[in-house]
Structure formats: structure tokens, C-alpha cells
Nanobody
Framework: QVQLVESGGGLVQAGGSLRLSCAAS????????MGWYRQAPGKQRELVAT???????YYAESVKGRFSISGTNPKNMVYLQMNSLKPEDTAVYYC????????????WGRGTQVTVSA
């Protein structure tokens, strides 16, 4: 089992920055990737960014050039640096991790709220 705990959310004005952190504990040796999803009110949860143990990254088109994902190896921390935030980035951000790259990970954090005011 793996436990994920997010931190770093908050309220920021449009154009501002936030850095999210996710701490993994438990059987972290089984993890091959970690990443971030987000869910805005009334919308489906969507993938934001992922990073593999080898350092390969993926970003959703909507955040490319503004967000940056990084992590430690072995995989016990992952970060999401969010710059040039927009009101449409407002959502609950969830940490996700798993053993199979390309699939949704089996492990989820409880989420952290990010609110961007206009």
C-alpha cells in the first residue's frame, strides 16, 4: 500500500504562482510514476502532469509552458510548480501514483484546493 498526502494549495490571483507537493509513504518501491490530476466543480477529473522514475514527463496541453512537474528518486516526493495561473485552473488537485506508466495510478491523495481569482 502507498499513502499520498498533498500540500501547498491555496488562493492566488490570476498570474500568480503556487507550488504543490505530494509526499508518498509505504511501499514506494512499487511506484513507476507519480502525477497530478485536477477536478473543477461540475467537471470530470482530468490529468494535469506525470513524471516517471526515469524522469520522463507529460503535460496536458492546457498547462504546457506554465506548469512544471518534478520529483525525487526514489519516488517519495513529487512537486507541481504552477506559474501564470488562470481562473480556469481553479480545481481540487489530486496526487496520483502507480506501477504502470500510461495508466491511471492505483493510489490517490485526498486532494488540495487551488483557487485562482480573476
Amino acid at each position: 500500500q502507498v499513502q499520498l498526502v498533498e500540500s501547498g494549495g491555496g488562493l492566488v490571483q490570476a498570474g500568480g504562482s503556487l507550488r504543490l507537493s505530494c509526499a508518498a509513504s509505504g511501499s514506494i518501491f512499487s511506484l513507476k510514476f507519480m502525477g497530478w490530476y485536477r477536478q473543477a466543480p461540475g467537471k470530470q477529473r482530468e490529468l494535469v502532469a506525470t513524471i516517471t522514475g526515469g524522469g520522463a514527463t507529460y503535460y496536458a496541453e492546457s498547462v504546457k509552458g506554465r506548469f512544471s512537474i518534478s520529483g525525487t528518486n526514489p519516488k517519495n516526493m513529487v512537486y507541481l510548480q504552477m506559474n501564470s495561473l488562470k481562473p480556469e485552473d481553479t480545481a481540487v488537485y489530486y496526487c496520483n501514483a502507480g506501477a504502470f506508466v500510461g495508466l491511471v495510478g492505483a493510489y490517490w491523495g485526498r486532494g488540495t484546493q487551488v483557487t485562482v481569482s480573476a
